[in-house]
């Protein structure tokens, strides 16, 4: 099935070896090897992106612009095929979309971070890649995903499936969905934030895990990568993002609710790495946010777990019964944690 794409890119599928890459949950990556060059190879989910093309404008532009203005930087965009297309369908009757990156010779990911530099150089290359695009119009770029990180719009559909939901399944969940309007107030303050003037809409990522980051043997940040989601957003999303999901040394799928704590040192890195590139740039209203950047993804994330679960698990995959609501009490838990700690980390950051 592969051979129409690899030939549309001038690659000789007797002379490459494919193989499955990465730990991404959403594209299908593979990495192409052979003629002494290796290539990544990604299939676009058009479930989730419904409109490839739009990713390939955003692209184009982006790669366009850094081309100019930032020309060592390294963005890795895809490559044209043949008939310079960026976008090459496998079956002229499939909706699948694939294309094609040169991989990054030298170059790693991690899917975890077990230490302090790995969080303060991932900072860095977000917060520098959102600074180097910070006189880029952001209203040039298409929405891929729409409503991506719309809190309002997360509660709302949590509220449909509650009054949708299976007895059975509310009473499982009765302590996420108290805790769902025992943090109300995030909503709240997300609703103050997306009126206020002084918080504009910058070009962020909106996907900030580690994994998005390549580093070098030396774990040095050299650029970030998977740039589907890159469009207009508040800064609150990358970096709200970063506390997520670099804070705790137990990620989203940790059942036992123990191993989940906030890591100062973590959130201090994520603080210096980020201000060192955006510190000049962020107006001060913005820089009030930061903290609450962290409660607003966590909480955002938890009620996307829990109405999952209340609809029956039709958008995450689950590998068992109440894996969602797993999921759910894991990101109240982290939510709960991080509350608790907002003193001690409003002092680093203001020792930052």
Do not use: W
């Not at 100019?68 to 095929?81: E, K, M």
């Not at 043949?82 to 079956?91: F, G, Q, Y």
């Not at 990911?109 to 302090?116: A, E, V």
């Not at 009473?171 to 003037?197: G, R």
Request: negative net charge; hydrophobic residues 35%; glycine residues 4%.
């Amino acid at each position: 099935m592969l051979d129409k794409v690899l030939l549309s890119f001038g690659l000789d599928p007797s002379h490459h070896k494919i193989e499955q890459f990465g730990s991404g949950l959403i594209n299908y990556t593979l990495k192409v090897t052979g003629n002494g060059e290796d290539y990544i190879l990604q299939k676009i989910n058009s479930s989730v992106f419904k409109s490839p093309e739009s990713i390939a404008q955003n692209l184009t532009l982006l790669q366009a612009y850094f081309k100019t203005i930032h020309p060592d930087y390294l963005f890795v965009g895809a490559l044209p095929s043949l008939t310079n297309e960026l976008l090459i369908k496998s079956d002229d009757n499939d909706n699948d979309y694939y294309r094609l990156f040169p991989f990054v010779k030298g170059s790693k990911t991690i899917n975890f971070i077990s230490k302090r530099k790995e969080a303060f150089e991932a900072a860095i290359q977000f917060g520098r890649f959102t600074s180097m695009l910070n006189d880029f119009d952001p209203a040039k770029l298409n929405y891929t995903l729409t409503d991506f990180h719309n809190l309002q719009l997360r509660f709302e559909q949590f509220k449909q499936a509650y009054q949708n939901a299976e007895p059975a399944l509310l009473e499982q969940a009765a302590t996420e969905i108290k805790q769902v309007y025992d943090h109300y107030n995030i909503l709240q303050s997300y609703n103050q934030v997306i009126t206020d003037k002084d918080i504009p809409l910058r070009v962020i990522h909106h996907d900030t895990k580690i994994s998005n980051v390549l580093f070098d043997k030396d774990l040095n940040g050299i650029c970030v990568i998977d740039l589907d989601t890159v469009m207009p957003g508040y800064y609150l999303s990358d970096v709200g993002d970063m506390m997520r999901t670099y804070l705790s040394p137990a990620n989203e799928e940790e059942t036992d609710l123990s191993k989940i704590h906030i890591r100062e040192d973590i959130f201090a890195d994520i603080c210096k790495g980020y201000m060192q590139e955006m510190g000049d740039i962020l107006t001060e209203t913005e820089k009030k946010y930061f903290i609450f950047s962290g409660k607003f993804m966590i909480y955002m994330q938890a009620i996307r777990f829990l109405t999952d679960f209340l609809n029956g698990d039709i958008y995450y995959e689950v590998k068992y019964p109440g894996h969602n609501l797993m999921r759910a009490k894991n990101q109240f838990d982290l939510l709960n944690k991080y509350v608790r700690s907002e003193e001690k980390l409003n002092r680093i950051l203001t020792e930052v």
